[in-house]
Nanobody, 123 residues
Framework: VQLAESGGGLVQAGDSLRLSCAVS????????MGWFRQAPGKEREFVAG????????YYADSVKGRFAISRDNDKNVLSLQMNSLKPDDTAVYYC?????????????????WGQGTQVTVSS
């Protein structure tokens, strides 16, 4: 599977941003898609996940109520709508694919990764 993120940028606190991830290649065995982020000097952390077939979603507590993950199976696009952004949301955001059932939150459960897109939130 090949993944390519887009949509990052520099915004102010309180603004919104929408990230997209184009999914291509072998996709028939993907069960879960997720968004992760990695801030400088920190480990990569789970942000949000979605069942590729059924659309069920789950989120990290830090973004619950502010971020929304979605997918368009016809266009093979994964999205992350980010609202009420905070400076702590500043990171490189990655989309990732997993063959694990919904609920996968660890990096090790994901087998395909995009190159990442930078999101910077100024105060």
């Amino acid at each position: 599977v090949q993944l390519a993120e887009s949509g990052g940028g520099l915004v102010q606190a309180g603004d919104s941003l929408r990230l997209s991830c184009a999914v291509s290649g072998v996709t028939f065995n993907i069960r879960t898609m997720g968004w992760f982020r990695q801030a400088p000097g920190k480990e990569r952390e789970f942000v949000a996940g979605i069942s590729w077939s059924r659309g069920g979603t789950y989120y990290a507590d830090s973004v619950k109520g502010r971020f929304a993950i979605s997918r368009d199976n016809d266009k093979n696009v994964l999205s992350l709508q980010m609202n009420s952004l905070k400076p702590d949301d500043t990171a490189v955001y990655y989309c990732a694919a997993s063959r694990t059932a919904v609920g996968a939150e660890s990096v090790a459960q994901y087998v395909g990764w995009g190159q990442g897109t930078q999101v910077t939130v100024s105060s």
